[in-house]
């Protein structure tokens, strides 16, 4: 079970998308319709922000958009605010009651 | 709105066992519909899943890490525990628990996380 591939980071100015994303296998990502997406601002514990590849918890902006297609899956932030500005997590399910997390991306607002 | 806090020592001597509880309050551990998980961010690094449990004492561990952990559950205390052996400096990272939701697929609340170091 290998940690999923995320670019160490991304950035963009207030307004604009960034999308980052989140590469598996045909074992996890490839596999599942299960990727989740968590934002953790320093020091503080991370946000659940997406879940089940699109789905938005309550409370989550609709800036926040998931997808995926074959083993890659990816999170889109429109509209950057400056309070985007954290680290993001991919995660998915791996089969056999196992979870296998990102190795994280930096998004940084300019 | 459903709370989850980790306590344990943040000092632990190499060769050792590393033992955390987390307290779950404002909800009950005994939902048929939630497991509960423990994952760790070393340093500077990013998040790892060591493993989960369910109301009924159903296990589940990251391979990588089985051999080393236990998790178990007492549903008369709404708490649940980790126990990792014969820990190294690699082990030193922020421990959190946290409640995982939609049939074992995500991690929907989670706990603030305590630093946990190894070290003599």
């Known amino acids: 079970q290998s940690a999923l591939t995320q670019p160490r980071s991304v950035s963009g100015s207030p307004g604009q998308s960034v999308t980052i994303s989140c590469t598996g296998t045909s074992s996890d990502v490839g596999d599942y319709n299960y990727v989740s997406w968590y934002q953790q601002h320093p020091g503080k514990a991370p946000k659940l922000m997406i879940y089940d590849v699109t789905k938005r918890p309550s409370g989550v902006p609709d800036r926040f958009s998931g997808s995926k297609s074959g083993n890659t899956a990816s999170l889109t932030i429109s509209g950057l605010q400056a309070e985007d500005d954290a680290d993001y997590y991919c995660c998915s399910y791996a089969g056999r009651y196992t979870l296998v997390f990102g190795g994280g991306t930096k998004v940084t607002v300019l | 709105q459903l709370q989850l806090q980790e306590s344990g020592p943040g000092l632990v001597k190499p060769s050792e066992t590393l033992s955390l509880t987390c307290t779950v309050s404002?909800?009950?551990?005994?939902?048929?519909?939630?497991?509960w998980g423990w994952i760790r961010q070393p340093p500077g690094k990013g998040l790892e899943w060591i493993g989960a449990i369910y109301y009924n004492g159903n296990t589940y561990y990251n391979p990588s890490l089985k051999s080393r952990v236990t998790i178990t559950i007492d549903t008369s205390k709404n708490q649940f525990s980790l126990k990792l052996n014969s820990v190294t400096a690699a082990d030193t990272a922020v421990y959190s628990c946290a409640r995982v939701g939609g049939d074992f697929t995500y991690f929907d609340s989670w706990g603030q996380g305590t630093l946990v170091s190894v070290s003599s």
């Open positions: 404002s909800g009950s551990i005994r939902s048929a519909n939630f497991y």
